[in-house]
């Protein structure tokens, strides 16, 4: 006898019914399986088995090609051409960037943090050695840290960043020009007044930018906030073993 199917379709496809009860306060238990976490483990490989070395001043930093090269496209490039001396030797000399700001941002390629006492010395640093090498989301870590911290000390000092660095820091969303706005704004009654001496050197040294400022303060700003939320939980590392064991 023809057995009826009645989860075969007409089609031939199946059609499966299924039951799922949801648990209340549910945990999965798991045990570490592996013996060290990622970033000890590139940790461990960084500090022992380097096949390029940093050196700045008189100092040799140990590192690997292939996490430069992952984290940074200005490395990748250096060390793929081989007309270029670094590729061919493994030695990258630099001479803009002191050997603590260079470990601090070779600990964020190699661990995917960056701790905040680091940041509270070399920020401004590792914020211009980021932007050289292109290290984007240690650079949004920087600008967020640098902008957390804003005061009418450091405001000229801030304009002088954005000045620096343009157009890279003068979006809309940008943690730094949108600090500025926001402590402009908050303290606009002592600020702006005719007689301050500090806004007025501003106006002139930085004209175009204070336009802007007041430009942009005149318009409803929906992300001025946006600065506040944790850099850390926005920037997403990727463990580049593959590239090691590749």
Not at 34 to 40: D, E, L, N, R, V
Not at 144 to 155: C, M, T
Not at 185 to 197: C, I, K
């Given at each position: 006898?023809?057995?009826?199917?009645?989860?075969?379709?007409?089609?031939?496809?199946?059609?499966?019914?299924?039951?799922?009860?949801?648990?209340?306060?549910?945990?999965?238990?798991?045990?570490?399986?592996?013996?060290?976490?990622?970033?000890?483990?590139?940790?461990?490989?960084?500090?022992?088995?380097?096949?390029?070395?940093?050196?700045?001043?008189?100092?040799?930093?140990?590192?690997?090609?292939?996490?430069?090269?992952?984290?940074?496209?200005?490395?990748?490039?250096?060390?793929?051409?081989?007309?270029?001396?670094?590729?061919?030797?493994?030695?990258?000399?630099?001479?803009?960037?002191?050997?603590?700001?260079?470990?601090?941002?070779?600990?964020?390629?190699?661990?995917?943090?960056?701790?905040?006492?680091?940041?509270?010395?070399?920020?401004?640093?590792?914020?211009?050695?980021?932007?050289?090498?292109?290290?984007?989301?240690?650079?949004?870590?920087?600008?967020?840290?640098?902008?957390?911290?804003?005061?009418?000390?450091?405001?000229?000092?801030?304009?002088?960043?954005?000045?620096?660095?343009?157009?890279?820091?003068?979006?809309?969303?940008?943690?730094?020009?949108?600090?500025?706005?926001?402590?402009?704004?908050?303290?606009?009654?002592?600020?702006?007044?005719?007689?301050?001496?500090?806004?007025?050197?501003?106006?002139?040294?930085?004209?175009?930018?204070?336009?802007?400022?007041?430009?942009?303060?005149?318009?409803?700003?929906?992300?001025?906030?946006?600065f506040k939320n944790s850099p850390f939980k926005k920037c997403s590392f990727i463990?580049?073993?593959?590239?090691?064991?590749?």
């Amino acid at each position: 006898m023809p057995c009826k199917l009645n989860f075969l379709l007409a089609d031939g496809s199946i059609k499966i019914l299924c039951e799922i009860e949801c648990l209340q306060n549910s945990k999965n238990e798991f045990k570490e399986n592996f013996p060290a976490s990622t970033s000890q483990i590139l940790t461990t490989i960084w500090n022992n088995v380097p096949d390029c070395i940093i050196q700045i001043d008189s100092e040799k930093i140990n590192a690997h090609r292939s996490i430069l090269s992952q984290h940074s496209e200005v490395f990748r490039r250096m060390f793929e051409q081989n007309g270029m001396i670094e590729g061919q030797s493994g030695i990258v000399k630099i001479d803009d960037c002191s050997p603590e700001c260079f470990k601090a941002m070779l600990e964020y390629c190699y661990t995917g943090k960056v701790s905040e006492s680091k940041l509270e010395e070399l920020s401004e640093d590792l914020f211009a050695v980021s932007h050289k090498y292109q290290l984007t989301s240690l650079k949004e870590i920087c600008e967020h840290f640098i902008a957390s911290n804003i005061s009418i000390e450091k405001l000229h000092k801030f304009c002088f960043i954005i000045y620096l660095y343009g157009s890279s820091i003068l979006e809309e969303d940008k943690s730094i020009f949108l600090a500025c706005i926001k402590f402009i704004l908050a303290n606009r009654n002592t600020l702006l007044r005719p007689d301050n001496e500090k806004w007025k050197n501003l106006k002139i040294e930085f004209s175009d930018l204070t336009h802007r400022f007041l430009e942009s303060m005149s318009n409803p700003i929906e992300k001025t906030n946006s600065f506040k939320n944790s850099p850390f939980k926005k920037c997403s590392f990727i463990p580049p073993l593959y590239f090691i064991f590749a």
